[in-house]
T-cell receptor, first 115, second 113 residues
Framework: AQSVTQLGSHVSVSEGALVLLRCNYSSSVPPYLFWYVQYPNQGLQLLLKYTSAATLVKGINGFEAEFKKSETSFHLTKPSAHMSDAAEYFCAVSVLSGGYQKVTFGTGTKLQVIP | NAGVTQTPKFQVLKTGQSMTLQCAQDMNHNSMYWYRQDPGMGLRLIYYSASEGTTDKGEVPNGYNVSRLNKREFSLRLESAAPSQTSVYFC????????????FGDGTRLSIL
């Protein structure tokens, strides 16, 4: 079984400030981890993914995430927030189960960027 | 570069009515999925199709049926709509490997009165 916990359903940061969105996971097998972003009235788009090649993963729009196995965490960061970063962010864990890709999503974190 | 296309984008139904949500992908993916998104609950899997010709129940299948018409198309049917099915529905597709991301459509916003 697997699960994802995103701490903080809403996060507010000032423009130019550090963005930190937290994600903790549990999985009985080595997982693949993803961050997706959702803008209003749109579907989810891939931001970045961890597939065991490197623990620090760089994604689009200046975001990155670090996989820490000992802490079962995959937190998302960006050094300097931009107004266009305002969106909802979802962490997801993926394993192969019964021949299909079983993905469990967190409940999401809405990021507000204050000018 | 269409990706995953969902129709309709919006729909209002009365309790007891039926309807089919359509989804098509042009990425030659084997696997397709239907999710529902409700506030504070993330995405929950309704049904999935690991490959053409197969479908299986996900986390919340009650009240829904699906058809994998061919490799491109995967439809979701509500036989007798209930207010609890008011939600935003997303279709997604992916390769069959767990290290591959899912690609999402823009969703169908469904209200049931």
């Amino acid at each position: 079984a697997q699960s994802v916990t995103q701490l903080g359903s809403h996060v507010s940061v000032s423009e130019g400030a550090l963005v930190l969105l937290r994600c903790n996971y549990s999985s009985s097998v080595p997982p693949y981890l993803f961050w997706y972003v959702q803008y209003p009235n749109q579907g989810l788009q891939l931001l970045l993914k961890y597939t065991s090649a490197a623990t620090l993963v760089k994604g689009i729009n200046g975001f990155e995430a670090e996989f820490k196995k000992s802490e079962t965490s995959f937190h998302l960061t960006k050094p300097s927030a931009h107004m266009s970063d305002a969106a909802e962010y979802f962490c997801a864990v993926s394993v192969l189960s019964g021949g299909y890709q079983k993905v469990t999503f967190g409940t999401g974190t809405k990021l507000q960027v204050i000018p | 570069n269409a990706g995953v296309t969902q129709t309709p984008k919006f729909q209002v139904l009365k309790t007891g009515q039926s309807m089919t949500l359509q989804c098509a992908q042009d990425m030659n993916h084997n696997s397709m999925y239907w999710y529902r998104q409700d506030p504070g609950m993330g995405l929950r899997l309704i049904y999935y199709s690991a490959s053409e010709g197969t479908t299986d129940k996900g986390e919340v299948p009650n009240g829904y049926n699906v058809s994998r018409l061919n490799k491109r198309e995967f439809s979701l049917r509500l036989e007798s709509a209930a207010p609890s099915q008011t939600s935003v529905y997303f279709c997604a597709s992916s390769e069959q490997d767990s290290n591959q991301p899912q690609h999402f459509g823009d969703g169908t916003r469904l209200s049931i009165l």
